[in-house]
């Protein structure tokens, strides 16, 4: 990398640990730490939603779908549009006037509320495991784009220097700084793609001739695709809209129900079809210029990670300077999920679980001091997870799916079904999370010589049983149903 593009990076790098300490100095109690004072505007949160959704997923995962499958990878986003239209329309008209009467900070008070202190403690675990598994899945998105684009750049030491930029602004600066951050990373990202990334790379393959001489004609099809993958996606990715941490601190966060309502629907139309077309189109640009031969002497076309071929498309293409905004560019992206998945985690961590031991009141002034430090080593702990995985996308849906086959079921349940109650939430979180870790970690191999099909998500069994076991315990159980215990607590 010529040094005129490395001064651009870290320019951007300093300016975003500028925003976390101009709101460290700002932060008062854990309420401005982790709902940002409950006074933030549609499209503060909307841009900070999708930037937070798109995140490394798009940079690298998204861009690895172009490069292996074209314009249908484009689909794994549509879901991701679903799933916010749904949620502001069902979801948000109940949690909204909830979380500002309760002064909720997390996704797992809703089930305190609803149900029971230890089914809230069990959702702050499977929240806070899920958010460390997804944040780690951005640190690497980091690392990847880095040492494939900074000459002589290890991926560990890559991970490092990442992970502490992206802990430091958060653990210092709050929500309040990590919205703020998306907003300016969202922006950096969308000028960067429409005006540097695509049409340089596009001139470099030799435009659409280029693109249609060298690309199997299933890359420029929207249906190369089939039902299955698109289940899997639609499975994994819609119930987030209505477990997701990230997004119940945002929901918290807006001035309103109304702010927060169009703030979903802002968000669902940058994700489809104006990211999702960009990630993929700019990962099919990968795959010309490879075949094309522009990589050669860099890597292996053969054998290289599909996830590889556009962070190297880009410091093969783009010239000195070009090459540093869009960098920052790509580095925006993967640090605007990085920081909201770890103010997530940090929250389940601090709210759900350590204050849920405690019997003593905590002052503001060391509630903010608390939140900050874990954030910190929550942190820490993702970058040493992260040096152990390998890919990007896998991580991500691992960390989305463990969370939606333990939490969806639930939150359902207590937001749809009277007859709902703590023991048949409790359980169904168990065995829905259990199954769906369980089945990854086998790889659906069975006892007695039975395979599970390939072609389903282990997610969609999780579903399943918790499911299953909702329903048989909320009929059959002697516990109080939902409706008693909602007029109890209110």
């Known amino acids: 990398m010529h040094v005129l593009d490395l001064l651009i990076f870290i320019v951007y790098m300093i300016a975003m640990l500028g925003v976390g300490l101009y709101f460290f100095k700002k932060n008062k109690n854990s309420e401005d730490f982790y709902v940002s004072g409950r006074n933030m505007s549609k499209w503060h949160i909307g841009l900070s939603v999708v930037a937070t959704d798109v995140g490394g997923g798009f940079s690298i995962g998204l861009g690895g779908l172009g490069f292996t499958m074209g314009?249908?990878?484009?689909?794994?986003?549509?879901?991701?549009?679903l799933g916010a239209w749904l949620s502001a329309v069902f979801l948000i008209p109940k949690i909204s006037k909830l979380g500002f009467e309760k002064k909720f900070f997390t996704f797992p008070q809703i089930f305190g509320h609803f149900y029971s202190t230890k089914v809230a403690l069990m959702a702050g675990i499977i929240s806070a495991i899920g958010y460390i598994g997804f944040t780690s899945s951005q640190v690497l998105a980091g690392a990847k784009l880095a040492s494939a684009t900074v000459e002589g750049l290890d991926l560990q030491l890559a991970l490092i220097i990442m992970g502490c930029i992206a802990v430091l602004y958060t653990?210092?600066?709050?929500?309040?700084?990590?919205?703020y951050t998306d907003t300016i990373q969202w922006a950096i990202l969308l000028i960067g793609l429409i005006f540097i990334g695509i049409p340089v790379a596009y001139?470099?393959?030799?435009?659409?001739?280029?693109i249609v001489a060298t690309l199997p004609e299933s890359h420029l099809s929207l249906t190369n695709i089939d039902g299955y993958q698109l289940l899997n996606w639609a499975v994994t990715i819609i119930p987030i809209w209505f477990v997701g941490m990230t997004l119940y601190q945002r929901i918290y966060a807006s001035k309103s129900e109304k702010e927060a309502k169009k703030a979903w629907f802002i968000a669902g139309f940058f994700e489809w079809p104006i990211m999702a077309f960009m990630g993929v189109i700019l990962g099919m640009f990968a795959k010309v210029a490879a075949m094309q031969g522009l990589f050669a002497g860099i890597t292996d076309v053969n054998s290289m990670d599909s996830?590889?071929?556009?962070?190297?498309?880009?410091?093969?293409?783009?010239?000195?300077?070009?090459?540093?905004?869009m960098l920052a560019s790509y580095f925006s992206a993967v640090l605007s999920t990085?920081?909201?998945?770890?103010?997530?985690?940090s929250g389940n961590i601090v709210t759900d679980i350590i204050i849920a031991f405690r019997k003593k009141e905590i002052s503001d002034k060391h509630m903010l001091w608390l939140s900050q430090v874990i954030t910190l080593l929550v942190g820490g702990f993702a970058i040493l997870l992260a040096s152990q995985m390998q890919n990007v996308l896998e991580l991500m849906l691992y960390s989305y799916a463990f969370m939606v086959s333990g939490l969806f079921v639930p939150v359902l349940g207590a937001l749809f079904w009277k007859k709902s109650n703590a023991t048949a939430a409790f359980w169904s979180m168990i065995i829905g999370g259990g199954t769906t870790i369980s089945l990854i970690m086998s790889e659906k191999k069975m006892p007695f010589g039975y395979n599970l099909p390939e072609k389903l998500d282990e997610n969609i069994y999780g579903l399943t049983l918790s499911l299953i076991v909702f329903v048989i315990i909320s009929i059959f159980s002697k516990n109080k149903p939902l409706a008693t215990t909602q007029t109890a607590s209110l």
């Open 71 to 81: 314009l249908s990878g484009s689909w794994m986003l549509f879901t991701g549009l």
């Open 307 to 325: 996830e590889m071929g556009l962070p190297i498309l880009l410091s093969t293409v783009l010239p000195v300077g070009l090459m540093g905004l």
């Open 203 to 210: 001139t470099a393959i030799g435009g659409y001739g280029g």
């Open 338 to 345: 990085a920081d909201s998945c770890l103010m997530a985690a």
């Open 171 to 179: 653990s210092i600066g709050g929500l309040k700084a990590v919205i």
